[in-house]
């Protein structure tokens, strides 16, 4: 059965440093998604991305956080100076066609910023 | 106002029994749509049921139903015949509608623990 797959699982890494989390949606899915939950919290929406481009992003997406479609596989998530609270496990989703609602969830990149 | 909210922190049902989890939604738009997702201790989001609001009937998926109630906005999980396996977080996911298009991102409520004792 087809899955959404992260890397790496777990990701530590020094305040201020550049990390990118990867992400391969499922194969003819089309629409992309980052999310995040806090340890202990609820799941929040970082961005959707379609057609090579974002289509919606949250407050939470600030200039910090850029995402990337490099290849027609990988979907990318990169922070690019890390702060303590970026701490959090991140999802990567997706969705199929236009009409297809349901997201896949990757098993999670579970990124700790110390 | 929390447009998904569930009101139950913890729960717990006996194997074999069934169990509801609730969960209210506020949406002002017609076409919307109502997820259940189920999260192991192990950290991953399993997606379990889906219900668009324009669905006359209330989606099953196996063990799993949506009891949908558009006019009271409520969309309660119904997990038949409780298994071990089936402790976890459970979370309700709402997408809004913008005209069509698959890429709705979905507002998530703060979750239900659910734990099923022998």
């Known amino acids: 059965e087809p899955e959404v797959t992260q890397t790496p699982s777990h990701q530590v890494t020094q305040m201020g440093q550049e990390v990118i989390l990867r992400c391969v949606p499922i194969?003819?899915?089309?629409?992309f998604y980052w999310y995040r939950q806090i340890l202990g919290q609820k799941v929040e929406f970082l961005v959707s991305?379609?057609?090579?481009?974002?289509?919606?992003k949250s407050e939470i997406f600030d200039d910090q956080f850029s995402v990337e479609r490099p290849d027609g596989s990988n979907f990318t998530l990169k922070i690019r100076s890390t702060k303590l609270e970026d701490s959090a496990m991140y999802f990567c989703?997706?969705?199929?066609?236009?009409?297809?609602?349901?997201?896949?969830f990757g098993p999670g990149t579970r990124l700790t910023v110390t | 106002a929390q447009k998904i909210t569930q009101t139950q922190p913890g729960m717990f049902v006996q194997e074999k029994e069934a169990v509801t989890l609730d969960c209210t939604y506020d949406?002002?738009?017609?076409?919307?749509?109502l997820f259940w997702y189920k999260q192991p201790s192990s950290g991953e989001m399993i997606f379990l049921i889906y219900?668009?609001?324009?669905?006359?009937q209330n989606a099953t998926e196996g063990r799993y139903s949506l009891n949908f109630q558009k006019a009271r906005k409520s969309a309660n999980l119904v997990i038949s015949a409780s298994q071990l396996g089936d402790s976890a977080m459970y979370f309700c996911?709402?997408?809004?509608?913008?005209?069509?298009?698959?890429?709705?991102?979905?507002?998530f409520g703060t979750g239900t623990q659910l734990k099923v004792e022998l």
């Open positions: 989703a997706s969705s199929g066609g236009r009409y297809s609602y349901e997201q896949y």
């Open positions: 949406t002002s738009d017609q076409s919307y749509g």
């Open positions: 194969s003819n899915h089309l629409y």
């Open positions: 996911a709402m997408r809004e509608g913008r005209g069509g298009g698959g890429g709705n991102k979905l507002t």
């Open positions: 991305f379609y057609n090579n481009e974002i289509s919606e």
């Open positions: 219900q668009g609001s324009y669905d006359e």
